[in-house]
């Protein structure tokens, strides 16, 4: 099918951009990469009255070190983000989601910060920004704002963002010395939505984890931190059976649907899988990391 | 209407378009380039992939006056004066297209692939083909001819 009539608006700036969506009222959207939101638009499932494109706002192109991590501009397209040797030195569980996130002619188009708005529940990019503890810069008529990443995802296609917001820039934070960090996904084909997936970040202190992230995508209905499976893994060594025992706690704080791919008890069990994977190479990218 | 200006396999054109024409549209239609297909219409097939300033993209996803100013390559601008390209030539030699409809696209992501990646695992180029439906399966010897061009077999 064919997008509905629209009118269409291309911004040289975020302050024209605000501008442009504060006119177009409650039905403007904001076009990012369009990897998501055009096939929405062939479908008629959204009918925007305006298009505000901000694939040629040049201050949201900016892929910079920040703080010992990194800040992407909202427009950073996913193939750049992980094509960088700053993302992957300094954010590897960004650079390992990545290839996960659609297919290759999809990662040249599609964006960073277009990934983060869209909010999939199903989403690489925002389980990585939400696990890291990543935090989300957004413009609207209000003025500038930042939100945690965990503040920022409400539940399925939901958000923060406040009528006229956009996603500025998203930050992703280094990976501190001894720690380590994995991702694990299980979908039917390479680039397919994913069944299940689990990412994990750990740090260690003295030959014990100090600190654990561990965090759901896809079973849940926005990614979710464990605290079931964190406060299990903090102060111990991850050996084989106390990764079984987290995935086994992360798996039961779902409740999947289940559908005509995957039964709900099937999506729990590889849940738990996925967790146990994440951890345990979480821990050995922690022990191999320079302290 | 918005008026909008692009160069397409090197011929410039101008053309006033619909705010909501997609450029695969554009490109069958306005210009009549029917070489790049259109299946699914929704980023999932591949068969409309093209080259934007040499980033292959599909082109059902994006609007017609997204590309104003830009540099596109589609599927007829492949070949050259001496006949197909080496690519090309490898499908032909490996018999990697049967009814020819995903064919354009995986030609075009399968060109940015290489070129970014001038020898790329089998890995890499299965995991490409997984954006790139084809109804024939006949994946064995796209993956061949892919790999051949990859390996210098076909090198002129």
Redesign the interface.
Same mark, same amino acid.
Request: hydrophobic fraction near 45%; include cysteine; glycine fraction near 10%.
């Given at each position: 099918?064919?997008?509905?009539?629209?009118?269409?608006a291309?911004p040289g700036s975020v302050e024209e951009a605000v501008e442009a969506l504060e006119h177009g009222g409650e039905d403007a959207k904001v076009l990012a990469g369009?990897?998501s939101l055009?096939?929405l638009?062939?479908?008629r499932f959204t009918r925007p009255s305006l298009?505000v #494109?901000v694939?040629r706002v040049e201050e949201l192109g900016a892929l910079a070190e920040a703080n010992g991590g990194v800040r992407a501009g909202a427009i950073v397209r996913q193939?750049a983000f992980e094509a960088s040797p700053l993302v992957r030195s300094r954010v590897p569980l960004a650079a390992e989601a990545l290839?996960h996130v659609?297919?290759?002619?999809?990662r040249?188009?599609g964006t960073v910060g277009g990934s983060i708005a869209h909010a999939d529940a199903s989403g690489e990019l925002p389980l990585a920004l939400v696990t890291l503890g990543g935090r989300i810069h957004v413009t609207g008529p209000g003025g500038r704002r930042e939100l945690a990443a965990d503040d920022f995802f409400v539940t399925h296609f939901t958000t923060a963002l406040q009528p006229g917001e956009l996603v500025v820039e998203t930050i992703w934070p280094g990976a501190p010395p001894g720690s380590g960090s994995a991702f694990e996904e299980l979908a039917l084909?390479?680039? #397919?939505y994913a069944l299940s997936m689990a990412a994990c970040v750990l740090r260690l202190e003295g030959g014990r984890v100090s600190d654990a992230s561990i965090a759901l995508g896809a079973v849940v209905d926005r990614p979710t931190r464990i605290g079931e499976a964190e406060a299990l893994v903090r102060g111990n060594a991850v050996d084989a059976e106390l990764a079984r025992e987290a995935g086994a706690r992360a798996a039961a704080a779902t409740d999947p649907a289940g559908g005509l791919h995957a039964s709900a008890g099937y999506l729990r069990h590889v849940t738990a899988l996925l967790v146990g994977r994440a951890l345990t190479r979480a821990w050995r990218n922690a022990l191999e990391a320079p302290a | 209407m918005?008026p909008i200006e692009v160069t397409v396999n090197g011929r410039r054109h101008r053309e006033h378009v619909?705010?909501?024409l997609?450029l695969s549209?554009f490109l069958r239609h306005t210009l009549g380039l029917t070489g790049t297909h259109v299946g699914c219409?929704?980023?999932v097939c591949?068969a409309c992939?093209v080259r934007?300033d040499g980033?292959?993209?599909?082109s059902?996803?994006?609007?017609a006056?997204?590309v104003d100013g830009a540099e596109l390559q589609t599927v007829e601008g492949l070949a050259t004066s001496d006949g197909l390209n080496p690519l090309q030539q490898a499908f032909r030699t490996e018999h990697a297209l049967q009814c020819g409809f995903c064919t354009p696209g995986i030609l075009m992501?399968a060109s940015?692939?290489l070129e970014r990646t001038p020898a790329p695992t089998r890995r890499e180029i299965?995991?490409?083909l997984?954006?790139h439906l084809c109804r024939c399966t006949g994946y064995a010897p796209i993956v061949e001819a892919i790999a051949s061009v990859a390996a210098g077999e076909e090198s002129r």
């Amino acid at each position: 099918m064919k997008p509905a009539a629209l009118a269409y608006a291309r911004p040289g700036s975020v302050e024209e951009a605000v501008e442009a969506l504060e006119h177009g009222g409650e039905d403007a959207k904001v076009l990012a990469g369009g990897q998501s939101l055009v096939p929405l638009l062939n479908m008629r499932f959204t009918r925007p009255s305006l298009l505000v #494109d901000v694939n040629r706002v040049e201050e949201l192109g900016a892929l910079a070190e920040a703080n010992g991590g990194v800040r992407a501009g909202a427009i950073v397209r996913q193939a750049a983000f992980e094509a960088s040797p700053l993302v992957r030195s300094r954010v590897p569980l960004a650079a390992e989601a990545l290839p996960h996130v659609g297919h290759f002619v999809t990662r040249n188009r599609g964006t960073v910060g277009g990934s983060i708005a869209h909010a999939d529940a199903s989403g690489e990019l925002p389980l990585a920004l939400v696990t890291l503890g990543g935090r989300i810069h957004v413009t609207g008529p209000g003025g500038r704002r930042e939100l945690a990443a965990d503040d920022f995802f409400v539940t399925h296609f939901t958000t923060a963002l406040q009528p006229g917001e956009l996603v500025v820039e998203t930050i992703w934070p280094g990976a501190p010395p001894g720690s380590g960090s994995a991702f694990e996904e299980l979908a039917l084909r390479a680039g #397919d939505y994913a069944l299940s997936m689990a990412a994990c970040v750990l740090r260690l202190e003295g030959g014990r984890v100090s600190d654990a992230s561990i965090a759901l995508g896809a079973v849940v209905d926005r990614p979710t931190r464990i605290g079931e499976a964190e406060a299990l893994v903090r102060g111990n060594a991850v050996d084989a059976e106390l990764a079984r025992e987290a995935g086994a706690r992360a798996a039961a704080a779902t409740d999947p649907a289940g559908g005509l791919h995957a039964s709900a008890g099937y999506l729990r069990h590889v849940t738990a899988l996925l967790v146990g994977r994440a951890l345990t190479r979480a821990w050995r990218n922690a022990l191999e990391a320079p302290a | 209407m918005i008026p909008i200006e692009v160069t397409v396999n090197g011929r410039r054109h101008r053309e006033h378009v619909e705010e909501r024409l997609l450029l695969s549209d554009f490109l069958r239609h306005t210009l009549g380039l029917t070489g790049t297909h259109v299946g699914c219409e929704h980023g999932v097939c591949g068969a409309c992939t093209v080259r934007l300033d040499g980033a292959s993209v599909r082109s059902c996803l994006l609007l017609a006056v997204q590309v104003d100013g830009a540099e596109l390559q589609t599927v007829e601008g492949l070949a050259t004066s001496d006949g197909l390209n080496p690519l090309q030539q490898a499908f032909r030699t490996e018999h990697a297209l049967q009814c020819g409809f995903c064919t354009p696209g995986i030609l075009m992501a399968a060109s940015d692939l290489l070129e970014r990646t001038p020898a790329p695992t089998r890995r890499e180029i299965v995991d490409l083909l997984s954006g790139h439906l084809c109804r024939c399966t006949g994946y064995a010897p796209i993956v061949e001819a892919i790999a051949s061009v990859a390996a210098g077999e076909e090198s002129r």
